[in-house]
């Protein structure tokens, strides 16, 4: 196990990262899962829809520190060049995420809509009422 | 039977008074909703000085959700027919009082006002459309008859008469995109009996069309996406039989 985390960790012949493209990459990635955790802390970002930019942070951090392991992957999905590998899964990853934005506006929209209408319909009922109490200056009074 | 009229405006103020005055004239008997659409002008308060009974939408939401907003209402407050026609004055009230009897006479579940009283003609004596609005109509008429299997002439009419297992479906399922079309997919892929009546519809008073070219292409394009996908909905028979 040892051995293979080693091996994971040291440079790969298939993938040209050098150290310092990896310190670079480790460092982008803490700042990123700081950057995730700030919006958080002002309300900017609710925890539910965090939790995904987390494990996406977490995944810059392993892929710095064990290129080995996207040599693995690669050769798992039978993809000679890694880089192609690597961006074919970022890119399926930011596809399905930006699917799924769509979905949650889609359903927001439906919500909003419905919660327009519902107030709209109170407002027209709340005027039928007054409408048939007689009292014309409290439907005035009610509108302003 | 009790019965409303319901009438989307958006920044309408220019005719919907006039046309709130046609209602009251030709159907006394209805009661009369104004369903404004966020409208930034005078829509609001001259239907009330006109003395509709005003549902406000906080925000601009398209028509199909304003539709929506009259059907909802109609549903709850127990009215056996609604209607709803246009607030810029383009469909005459005494044309909604025919497509009610329909619904007063149980022929049919929704009736369509068609402005083309000949179905075989483009045109109608009375109707002259942009070349843009006719290849639209062409295509929308052509893949709608495609996917109900029922001709239809005028697919975005937005005269309509409907009764309460109508309200039902339409109030819980109605694209706010592209109501008018879908809708008439809708009815049909549930069963409901859809009916298309000639009437006569004149120039608009006030606003005006949305419809340039590009927006026409766009609209259409649109329309054919939403239709194909319509087809692949699942059924709610449970919202149309009630």
């Not at chain 1, 829809?49 to 810059?60: N, T």
């Not at chain 2, 009974?53 to 028509?63: D, R």
């Not at chain 2, 459309?129 to 290849?135: G, W």
């Amino acid at each position: 196990m040892n051995a293979l985390l080693l091996r994971a960790a040291s440079e790969s012949p298939k993938v040209h990262l050098t150290s310092q493209t990896r310190i670079i990459a480790a460092v982008l990635a803490l700042a990123f899962m700081g950057l995730v955790l700030e919006l958080i802390r002002r309300d900017k970002l609710q925890e539910r829809f965090s939790v995904v930019w987390f494990v996406a942070g977490l995944g810059m951090l392993v892929g710095a520190a064990f290129p080995g392991l996207l040599t693995l992957v690669a050769d798992a999905m039978g993809v000679r060049d890694t880089n192609v590998a690597l961006f074919s899964i970022v890119l399926l990853f930011l596809l399905g995420l930006a699917l799924n934005f769509s979905v949650t506006m889609s359903r927001q929209a439906a919500q909003i809509t419905r919660l327009a209408q519902e107030r709209a319909l109170e407002k027209a009922s709340a005027q039928a009422r007054s409408g048939e109490n007689g009292s014309k200056a409290k439907s005035e009074s009610l509108e302003s | 039977m009790r019965t409303l009229v319901f009438i989307p405006a958006w920044n309408e103020e220019d005719s919907v008074a006039n046309v709130i005055a046609d209602v009251r004239e030709s159907l006394p008997e209805a009661d009369l909703l104004v369903i404004d659409d966020g409208s930034t002008d005078g829509t609001m308060a001259r239907s009330r000085e006109a003395g509709a009974l005003v549902a406000s939408l906080p925000f601009n939401q398209g028509l199909g959700a304003a539709l929506q907003t009259g059907y909802l209402y109609a549903l709850r407050e127990g009215y056996e027919a609604c209607a709803h026609l246009d607030a810029d004055g383009q469909h005459p009230p005494r044309e909604v009082a025919r497509l009610l009897e329909e619904i007063y006479g149980d022929r049919a579940d929704l009736v369509i006002g068609s402005r083309y009283r000949d179905p075989g003609k483009a045109e109608s004596d009375d109707y002259k459309p942009t070349l843009s609005r006719r290849i639209g109509t062409g295509v929308f008429r052509f893949f709608l008859t495609l996917a109900t299997r029922q001709r239809f002439t005028d697919t975005t009419s937005g005269m309509r008469a409907a009764n309460r297992r109508v309200m039902a479906l339409f109030s819980e399922h109605y694209s706010p995109d592209f109501a008018e079309i879908e809708s008439l997919q809708l009815a049909v892929r549930e069963g409901l009996r859809v009916e298309e009546l000639p009437v006569r519809m004149l120039e608009r008073t006030g606003g005006s069309s949305f419809l340039t070219p590009l927006r026409s292409a766009f609209f259409i394009f649109k329309g054919m996406i939403v239709l194909l996908v319509g087809q692949f909905r699942p059924r709610h028979p449970e919202a149309s039989e009630r």
